[in-house]
């Protein structure tokens, strides 16, 4: 059944309107003046978040006793990031008590070579779900690779079918950072129904999604990206801001309102360590909210594995189970 998205309602958030943080600044006011209102930032601890939904799965695993929930990674290459966050995936199911499954195919693997593994673990009754680490090289198609995970073990929730059901509002598998951010949310009690949320990035790993799960919480949903023409014009309106551009340092005090939430999806490796799409330290004191590179949304993903490959596990042994 198609499910329409619920009616906006007014907004609930504590202060809105009486707080000066979260009054949009006027034309022509410095960042000197809106530092004038500003409080402390606080920083949203996604790592600490993450790890009670770990905990949580990890007793879930526990108690269901007999079947157990198996995850199969497939790395094709070499690339350092992948293999960083896939030896992080794989050690997290091995912490749930879940079964860890993992293909290492060659950097020069061929798109049937890749298929032919994919179908093995479709056809293997102890995987509960399959995820295909990205980006992929060069040569291999991403899209076709991923439409031959059966949607219910579809745990990255990045098959066309599992992206139809989430535009229709239907049951089924949501990609695992744009599910991270709006746990994180939730976790921080921020009332997305009414909220003006700016996503800032088109991507099919985070930007679309997270722009229909936001949309289906009853949020204002503004979509913009690193070639939009205004940027700020988007972004300073917005109750909460997510940055997943990939382009390093894109967003600055300049896009933020005060008092405003924003959560930095990116990941940038720098000489000098970690670093997001947010200039955060810029937005200290201005920013009511903002989540860490590291140990903000990153954790996250790793945390909404766990809980879709548990999910996936369920359905199989329901389309397992024999009628009585
Ligand atoms: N098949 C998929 N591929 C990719 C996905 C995905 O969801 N599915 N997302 C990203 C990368 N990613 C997961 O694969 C990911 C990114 C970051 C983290 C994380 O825990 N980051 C830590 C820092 C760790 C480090 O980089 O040293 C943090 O932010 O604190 C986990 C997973 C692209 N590919």
């Known amino acids: 059944m198609l499910t329409a998205a619920p009616p906006p309602a ?23 003046d809106r530092k004038r209102f500003a409080t402390m930032t606080h920083t949203i601890k996604g790592a600490e978040i993450a790890r009670s939904i770990r905990t949580r799965v990890a007793e879930r695993v526990a108690a269901a006793g007999g079947q157990v929930p198996g995850l199969a990674t497939v790395l094709i290459g ?4 992948s293999a960083v966050y896939v030896a992080a995936k794989r050690r997290a199911v091995r912490e749930a008590g ?11 693997a061929t798109q049937n070579e890749v298929a032919a593994v994919i179908d093995e673990l479709a056809g293997d009754p102890d995987v509960s779900g399959i995820l295909l680490q990205l980006p ?9 690779l991923i ?4 949607v219910t073990k579809d745990v990255d929730g990045l098959t066309t079918a599992s992206a139809g059901r989430l535009a229709r509002g239907e049951r089924g598998m949501r990609p695992c950072t744009p599910n991270g951010v709006i746990e994180l949310l939730d ?66 005090p300049e ?29 200290d004191g201005i920013a009511g909210r903002i989540t860490p590179v590291p140990g ?28 009585a």
Do not use: C
């Open 10 to 32: 007014p907004y609930t958030a504590v202060g809105l309107g009486r707080d000066p943080r979260t009054q949009s600044s006027t034309p022509g006011e410095s960042f000197t």
């Open 78 to 81: 070499d690339d350092p990031a």
């Open 98 to 108: 879940m079964r860890d499954i993992h293909r290492h195919l060659r950097h020069q």
């Open 136 to 144: 992929l090289p060069a040569q291999l198609d991403a899209a076709p």
């Open 147 to 150: 439409d031959r995970i059966p």
């Open 187 to 252: 976790a921080e009690g921020i009332e997305l129904q009414g909220a003006h949320v700016a996503v800032v990035g088109w991507g099919q790993l985070v930007g679309r999604p997270l722009s229909q799960l936001l949309l289906r919480r009853g949020a204002t949903v503004t979509v913009a990206h690193e070639f939009t023409a205004d940027l700020t014009a988007v972004t300073r309106p917005a109750d909460v801001v997510v940055v997943a551009t990939g382009v390093r340092g894109l967003i600055g």
């Open 255 to 283: 896009h933020v309102k005060p008092g405003a939430t924003v959560v930095d999806v990116g990941i940038h490796r720098t000489p000098d360590g970690l670093a997001g799409d947010v200039r955060a330290a810029e937005l």
């Open 296 to 323: 903000g949304v990153g954790p996250m993903t790793i945390a909404m594995l766990l809980v879709n490959t548990l999910q996936a596990a369920e359905w199989g042994a329901e389309r397992d189970a024999v009628p």
